[in-house]
């Protein structure tokens, strides 16, 4: 059975990018446009990993982060944050919120396939 990644990103066109890399590699993606898209989605959908923009209206991925990490679901799983903010200050916040990991936008397809294989089990 296939693992099921989540990108959550308010950019249609980011979510479409990172859903078409995962799909072509096996896996099956599920789309949300921010945290509380993602946190209602995850009530019926179980997912093994989630790609978190840090900017998105209604919740930012810090907060969307700290939520997930309070669910024993999510507690472990791999939380990676993929945003064009590369600030020491802002992968600090991320990574204290418990996310897994950090990569900045633009990103190349190998960068996901290479992160996911480091991470999920």
């Known amino acids: 059975m296939s693992k099921t990644i989540m990108t959550v990103d308010d950019s249609m066109s980011i979510r479409q990018m990172v859903s078409f890399t995962l799909k072509s590699a096996g896996y099956n993606v599920l789309e949300a446009k921010d945290g509380v898209d993602a946190l209602s989605?995850?009530?019926?959908?179980?997912?093994?990993?989630?790609?978190?923009?840090?900017?998105?209206?209604?919740?930012?991925g810090i907060t969307l982060i700290k939520n997930l990490r309070q669910n024993p679901a999510y507690k472990f799983a791999p939380l990676i944050m993929l945003t064009t903010e590369s600030q020491e200050s802002r992968k600090l916040d991320g990574k204290k919120a418990g996310a897994t990991g950090w990569i900045i936008k633009p990103f190349k397809p190998e960068q996901l396939l290479t992160i996911i294989k480091k991470v999920l089990r």
Do not use: A, R
Request: no cysteine.
């Open 41 to 60: 989605k995850i009530k019926t959908q179980k997912v093994d990993m989630m790609f978190i923009d840090l900017n998105m209206p209604n919740m930012d």
